[in-house]
């Protein structure tokens, strides 16, 4: 995204997990896991942002990021607004950064946006007053993504300096896996990223910074003995991966439960949602209990939401 960028953690936005400190997204991650008994009802819900209203934008479809950033915020003691392609005027060609304004003048006291276009948080946050918080854009960052995931990482793994990380699937088109790059390897983590060559390129190797590795690959099998976790990725439809998806594809780089058999005892086994069950995951792998985290992580969403929306929202 180059120098076109707001700061990534300015503490008034959060953009992007690239720039962030192992500090910075250590301490992230501890105020998240602090909310975890909030997140599951055993304690009662907080009023840090009692009187805040936070605005949901959100232009791209989403099931998980969306209702999780609704029910942190009201965990937090925050109302929220909420609003779509459908049935707003951005359906009528308003613009999403006059959107943004026209929520602002109203008094809301955050902005989450996800949107189609790669970088729109960043256009958004240039132009308003209150903190803006990218809930995925295009194929660019989701890092409210990065984070739970590097918090359910840490829940099994401890420590992930050193670990290594096997993320597969469509690669070119995922945020996820630029916002895991990004906070992996600053953390010190080893991530090989797995696919077939129309959705994988070896560029990515020069993203990582940090103490951490990238190491692009295309076979699955050699990269999942190693693994401490595989991270499935969906293959995007709506982003022109079908195209590029070789007819092998569920043969090469679906996680089956033969290929589940072969990774360590340890191994965890990740997938961002929605699924694709049957191409890049089979369901024996995917509601296996003994290795999937997947609903872990979408636990770990509002707790990470609710540190963020805390950390970013001033108090009164
Ligand atoms: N993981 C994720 O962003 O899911 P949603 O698209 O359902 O929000």
Request: overall charge negative.
């Amino acid at each position: 995204m180059g120098d076109m960028l707001v700061t990534a953690w300015d503490r008034k936005n959060l953009l992007q997990l690239e720039g962030l400190t192992r500090d910075e997204l250590i301490e992230l991650i501890d105020l998240a896991q602090t909310h975890l008994d909030v997140v599951k009802r055993k304690e009662p819900a907080l009023k840090t942002l009692d009187g805040k209203l936070v605005a949901n934008l959100f232009f791209e479809d989403s099931t998980r990021t969306r209702c999780s950033f609704a029910i942190a915020a009201r965990r937090l003691g925050a109302e929220v607004v909420d609003l779509s392609t459908t049935g707003s005027s951005v359906s009528k060609g308003e613009t999403i950064v006059d959107t943004a304004h026209t929520v602002e003048a109203m008094g809301v006291d955050a902005i989450v946006m996800r949107a189609k276009p790669s970088g729109a948080a960043h256009l958004v946050a240039q132009s308003v007053q209150a903190p803006v918080i990218n809930a995925g854009d295009g194929r660019h960052e989701h890092p409210t993504q990065g984070l739970l995931d590097l918090l359910t990482m840490r829940q099994h793994l401890g420590d992930m300096s050193t670990r290594t990380v096997v993320i597969v699937g469509d690669i070119a088109n995922s945020r996820v896996a630029r916002s895991n790059v990004h906070a992996l390897t600053t953390i010190g983590a080893h991530v090989r990223l797995i696919g077939p060559p129309t959705l994988v390129s070896k560029s990515f190797e020069s993203i990582a910074q940090g103490p951490g590795s990238v190491i692009v690959d295309h076979d699955f099998d050699v990269a999942l003995e190693d693994a401490d976790v595989v991270m499935m990725l969906r293959v995007q439809l709506e982003r022109q991966a079908g195209g590029n998806i070789p007819e092998d594809y569920r043969e090469l780089y679906g996680l089956s439960k033969k290929r589940a058999s072969r990774l360590k005892p340890e191994t965890i086994v990740m997938h961002p949602g929605p699924m694709n069950r049957g191409l890049e995951i089979d369901s024996e792998v995917a509601d296996d209990a003994s290795r999937s985290v997947i609903l872990q992580q979408v636990t770990n969403g509002v707790a990470v939401r609710m540190a963020v929306l805390e950390m970013l929202i001033p108090s009164s």
